[in-house]
């Protein structure tokens, strides 16, 4: 296993690594902020590789606009057969050759990133420190000894007395679980479709996780070192201000958000509009092939 | 060892799938789509279930596939 990941472990180091070595002129080769902010500096260059896979989700969903006729006419066929709905709706987003969900398969690809980041920064974490891909053993002393908020970046809140580090893991961990919980509940609140009442058990569901997720990060935090919190901690954050930017300007079709945005783009044209009479021009024509057709009464804003 | 991954898929599909946005572009998901697979199939499953998984990426349009069971088109789990 960690021979297959051992590209991995050079990749994610040598990033580590070359930011690090950027910033030691400006804040010290042993400063905290150096080690810190290559941590942070490795979330965002991931996720800013992950933009163009966003971006291409988001324009598929738009494009759905131009569907909403015929998934409407799906959803009343089959009103009480969810099954064969969503296996209609599939047809029709493969016929029109758009599919506005996200895919499988990136999530999966994300996992040995960060497995081999967490082994990476673990590594920085053992006593004595245990080097990993390109880092050399000085490397990784001086990482291990680097104060974040004072208190060093090796150290996990179970294998330590030293007040500061307690503190300072405990509010990692409270961040984290915030940034999930408030992501999740946007998500349900505002991000997706409204569910009618036969899907009562899965919004049940969603609630239970929503109080049990932040739960499970306070039991496995408190065994990672700080170093491994920071990048959670900032990819979270990421997380959440992606879903943010989305619900605000480019919400799931059916979703309270997206009915709001209608609202305010009809009232800012100064019509009250019916959002399903915006594309009725599709229905007149049904044999349309998806053509990314950009409904008229969206404004450039 | 068949049970307890289907068992395994079966717990992420009712507690950790329902808590964040459909993502699958399939019908049906990759992930029942595995649990058939792997409940008739056994081993070969997985494998299929691995090429179900990598054919759910950005580029591809989904749709409906079903594992084909025997002769006949299989269902859903």
Redesign the interface.
């Known amino acids: 296993m960690s021979n297959i990941l051992k590209p991995l472990y050079f990749a994610v180091s040598w990033v580590i690594i070359t930011i690090h070595n950027s910033l030691s002129p400006i804040f010290g080769a042993n400063s905290g902020v150096s080690w810190s902010l290559s941590i942070v500096g490795l979330v965002i260059i991931i996720r800013v590789l992950l933009i163009p896979l966003f971006v291409k989700q988001i324009k598929s969903q738009r494009a759905l606009t131009a569907l909403q006729p015929h998934m409407k006419e799906i959803q009343k066929k089959y009103k009480d057969d969810r099954q064969k709905q969503s296996e209609e709706m599939m047809k029709l987003y493969k016929e029109h050759k758009t599919n506005p969900l996200a895919s499988c398969f990136p999530i999966l690809a994300q996992a040995p990133i960060f497995f081999s980041l967490f082994t990476v920064l673990n590594g920085i974490g053992k006593n004595p420190p245990v080097r990993h891909g390109v880092l050399t053993q000085a490397d990784v002393v001086s990482a291990a000894q680097a104060k974040f908020f004072g208190a060093p970046i090796s150290d996990t809140f179970l294998g330590t007395n030293v007040t500061t580090v307690k503190i300072v893991t405990v509010l990692l961990i409270a961040f984290m679980s915030a940034t999930t919980f408030t992501t999740q509940r946007q998500l349900m609140l505002k991000g997706m479709p409204k569910m009618d009442s036969s899907n009562n058990m899965m919004l049940q569901q969603q609630k239970i996780m929503l109080y049990l997720f932040p739960l499970i990060f306070a039991i496995s935090g408190v065994n990672f070192p700080i170093g491994v919190l920071i990048y959670w901690s900032t990819t979270n954050l990421w997380t959440w201000g992606q879903q943010f930017y989305v619900i605000k300007r480019n919400p799931t079709p059916g979703s309270p958000a997206y009915e709001e945005l209608q609202r305010k783009r009809a009232h800012k044209e100064g019509t009250i509009e019916n959002p399903e009479s915006g594309s009725t021009e599709t229905i007149e024509n049904p044999d349309v092939k998806g053509q990314r057709k950009q409904p008229k009464k969206k404004k450039k804003k | 060892m068949k049970k307890f991954t289907v068992a395994a898929i079966h717990f992420y599909q009712?507690?950790?799938s329902?808590?964040?946005?459909?993502?699958?572009?399939?019908?049906p998901s990759?992930s029942s789509y595995a649990a058939t697979a792997i409940e008739n199939y056994g081993f070969k499953g997985v494998a299929m279930s691995v090429w179900r998984?990598?054919r759910?990426?950005?580029w591809?349009?989904?749709?409906?596939d079903y594992v084909v069971i025997k002769e006949k088109v299989g269902t859903?789990s």
């Open positions: 009712k507690w950790i329902t808590s964040f946005a459909p993502r699958c572009k399939y019908y990759c998984l990598m759910c990426n950005p591809s349009h989904g749709g409906v859903i």
